[in-house]
């Protein structure tokens, strides 16, 4: 096992065998990188689901990596303007849209092994 940095956190990681595998569940050799990917975008999901239930949950201030990856992901920005340290808050309609695009997206998602990062084809 290998350990990457992705933000401000680590992620561990095993080598596939390919450069580039897409997220194609219907094969067992991309079932890893299908969890890889999910597993780099549920991380950030759990911070921003909870911090939406409860804006008290944060104080390490984990959500604004999360908020930052998926705008740089999605290419959807919050509503919600930022500061030195990046932004800070989001809005219930981003944080659906971000889900929405990540559901409608997900199969164009792969793992760049020699980048060690996820990327959209």
Do not use: P
């Not at 290419?75 to 989001?90: A, E, L, Q």
């Amino acid at each position: 096992m290998k350990m990457i940095m992705i933000g401000f956190f680590c992620y561990l990681y095993s080598y596939t065998g390919s450069k580039l595998t897409f997220c194609d569940k219907q094969s067992s050799l991309n079932q890893e990188v299908c969890d890889k990917v999910d597993s780099v975008f549920d991380y950030y999901f759990q911070i921003l689901d909870a911090f939406a239930k409860d804006r008290s949950t944060d104080r390490s201030l984990k959500r604004v990596d999360a908020i930052h990856f998926m705008e740089s992901y999605t290419k959807i920005n919050t509503k919600v303007s930022g500061n030195y340290f990046g932004k800070m808050d989001f809005i219930d309609s981003d944080l659906e849209l971000w889900h929405k695009w990540y559901l409608a997206n997900r199969k164009d998602l792969y793992w760049d092994e020699k980048n060690r990062i996820v990327r959209k084809k």
